[in-house]
């Protein structure tokens, strides 16, 4: 997650600005940066990884168009979803393994994700991420090119909202500075569980128009990926804020990774 800002003095869009400028590179000024323009970018968070998300199934399906096979569509959907973030959701999942990997006390564990390399617990954790995306992409699109393509729509918008619930109101930051505490608390639980119901509605809708002519069963198998990833993401939230002693931008990336990665797996299982 990236920070930017910058003066404006046209009060509009700031929520959508702050998500599209924090979490992708895609053109956004963001004019605020305060606790009240992030909350409204958070809860704007699943929109900008539907956009993702669409980006990553544009690619893969323009793939397949072109006469390519399903594996190197699969490559092509995980690589947008970084090209879009700069790598920084993956870069923060490594930081974030490092951190829980290292067996140090919280504050040398902060200090460890806070440095510019990368250690073994990182590169492994990388690999196999990345791995086991191409991998349930590839069964998917191999099933055919709509399975593929709504699956990496699901998972972008899923891994932003496993964002916007992570951000809610109790979940302390780590440090006093950063994006993470900037952040950190701001969006409150009925927001967070309203957003999550909308987004598992358009999950499972997804579902029904890809799984046809089983309806019923693509939307049952797109929320329950749905909610598995976002248990996932939360799983991990916890372990952190237990760890750290809150969350950091790191851990959010890490959080948004994981439930990109889940929700492929489980739509590829089933």
């Known amino acids: 997650m990236r920070a930017v800002t910058t003066t404006d003095p046209l009060p509009r869009f700031h929520g959508p600005r702050f998500a599209f400028g924090t979490l992708t590179v895609l053109p956004a000024r963001v004019a605020r940066w305060d606790r009240d323009a992030a909350r409204g970018g958070m809860l704007c968070a699943p929109f900008a990884g539907l956009v993702v998300g669409g980006c990553a199934a544009a690619a893969g399906v323009l793939l397949l168009l072109l006469g390519a096979g399903p594996l190197l569509a699969a490559v092509a959907s995980a690589a947008v979803p970084a090209v879009l973030t700069r790598g920084l959701h993956l870069d923060g999942l490594a930081d974030t393994a490092d951190g829980l990997g290292s067996a ?8 460890i994700m806070k440095r510019s390399d990368i250690g073994p617990f990182g590169v492994v954790t990388l690999v196999f991420v990345l791995l086991a995306q191409v991998a349930a992409l590839y069964e998917l699109y ?6 593929g393509a709504v699956a990496a729509v ?6 932003r909202l496993a964002l916007t619930l992570a951000c809610r109101t109790g979940v302390p930051a780590a440090r006093p500075e950063g994006l993470g505490a900037v952040v950190a608390g701001t969006v409150p639980a009925r927001a967070a569980l309203a957003a999550g119901v909308l987004v598992a509605a358009g999950c499972a809708g997804a579902g029904a128009l890809a799984g046809a002519p089983a309806t019923a069963y693509g939307a049952g198998a797109h929320l329950g990926g749905a909610l598995v990833a976002l248990a996932a993401a939360e799983a991990l939230l916890r372990r952190c804020v237990r760890r750290f002693g809150g969350v950091t931008g790191d851990v959010f ?10 929700a492929l797996v489980v739509l590829a299982l089933g």
């Open 104 to 111: 140090r006390p919280a504050e040398e564990a902060l200090r």
């Open 142 to 147: 191999g099933q055919g090119w709509a399975r």
């Open 154 to 159: 699901v998972a972008g918008t899923v891994a």
């Open 253 to 262: 990336g890490a959080v948004a990774e994981t439930a990109a990665t889940a």
